[in-house]
């Protein structure tokens, strides 16, 4: 009915043309300025309209969408249109052709994707089963590829997929590790190209593809590490017990072996060097946020640097054990053990917020998915925030065992005790 009431139009515009009774203006039906701006359950869609051209919406939920496998259609419609009843949290994937009034349709837009939410509240959690008996201390996404890490070499891998139940493929074991390797792993992160892994006695492994991993230059602590791995500006940091901070950045600038075979990592072949970090106190992470190093640890201990080397002790108005660092939406937010959350607005001036939604502790914390702070904790503990403001934090929980780190790429992912994950969004 659309194509005929269409052609029909066409074929009058011809007659009246012809007769002298009108006067006509061509187009390209080339769609330009396709926009879509998700809000609540709802998405509004713009684009560069023009007289006498009808326009089609294709749309589907996750990546990619096409003028053959489509979720729903919307025929004829003007510009600004306001796409309604869509699931919050969830990506949508949206195309947009034209017709012009002789019936010659163009080509769809690139596809463009959004995921509509009121940001930062009505967060639904997936628990899945627990991976096994081993309690997953790291978690790091890179692309669209999850790491999850933890005791015994415990790694698993996962994929996004917006169109799975909680938004991540079901994880499986990485099954290609260095020979005899055994170490539990504290902390895992994504340096762009790598993944690499830390063990709690200083090792580091390597991976390019999430499922090949290399023995990398280990921490030289001559301690028990227990600490975790942040990169940034061509750096790696490594945080540990006793105040102990190391640096290497000997990365992709310096691939080392490329030998596809070769057991030996591409990145981190040259040696650790220890910095002064001006405390004893344990360091129980290190993270790169906003073009800064920010480590925290035991009794409120939080340090910045700049470089990774020169560190700068910072007062936290708590003496509670700090467990990890975010920054977000123009404020920088560490949480610990006693529901403690403390902010600031420049990572030098550090106030302890009084208004914690929770008494338990909160090992973790994430800014991302759409743009909120996500914290976890003790007993599946979660609290999150669009601001990271003292008093703007709503309480949830996801599952009953500790989570010990968070990721997000769209989708929020946590790990934790007895294999525990667990997803929102």
Known sequence: ????????????????????????????????????TPGDTQAVITWDSHPGQYYDLYYKKGANVTQSDFDDLKVSITSPYTLINLTNQTQYAFILTATNSGGVAGPPTPVVTAIPGSTGTGLSWTINSPLSAAALRGVASGGNTLIAVGTSATIYSAQYSPTSTGGITPWGPVITLP???????????????????????????????????????????????NGSIAYGNGTYVVVGAGGYIATNNTGS???????????????????????????????Y???????????????????????????????????????????????????????????????????????????????????????????????????????????????????????????GNGVFVAVGAAGATVSGR
């Open 1 to 36: 009915m659309i194509r005929y009431f269409r052609a029909s139009v066409a074929i009058l515009s011809l007659l009246l043309a012809a007769c002298g009774g009108g006067t006509s203006t061509s187009y390209s039906t080339n769609v330009t300025n396709f926009t879509v």
């Open 179 to 225: 020979s005899g390797f055994a170490s539990t792993l504290t902390s895992v992160v994504y340096d762009g190209t790598h993944f690499v892994a830390l063990g709690y006695n200083g090792s580091v492994i390597t991976s390019s593809d999430s499922v090949t991993w290399k023995t990398a230059t280990a921490v030289n602590a001559g301690q028990v590490l």
């Open 253 to 283: 600038s310096n691939p080392g072996t490329t030998n596809p075979s070769s057991t030996i990592s591409e990145i981190i072949t040259g040696a650790w060097v220890p910095q002064t970090s001006g405390t004893v106190r344990d360091l």
């Open 285 to 407: 992470s290190v993270a790169y946020v906003n073009g800064d190093f920010i480590a925290v640890g035991a009794q409120g201990t939080l340090l910045t640097s700049h470089d990774g080397i020169t560190w700068i002790s910072r007062n936290t108005g708590t003496g509670n054990d700090l467990w990890q660092a975010a920054y977000g939406a123009g404020t920088y937010v560490a949480v610990g053990n006693s529901g403690t959350i403390i902010s600031s607005a420049d990572s030098a001036t550090w106030t302890k917020q009084a208004n914690s939604p929770t008494t338990k502790a909160l090992y973790a914390i994430y800014f991302g998915g759409n743009d909120t702070f996500v914290a976890a904790g003790e007993a599946g503990t979660i609290a999150y925030s669009t601001s990271g403001a003292d008093g703007s934090w709503t309480l949830t929980s996801a599952g009953t065992h500790d989570l010990y780190d968070i990721t």
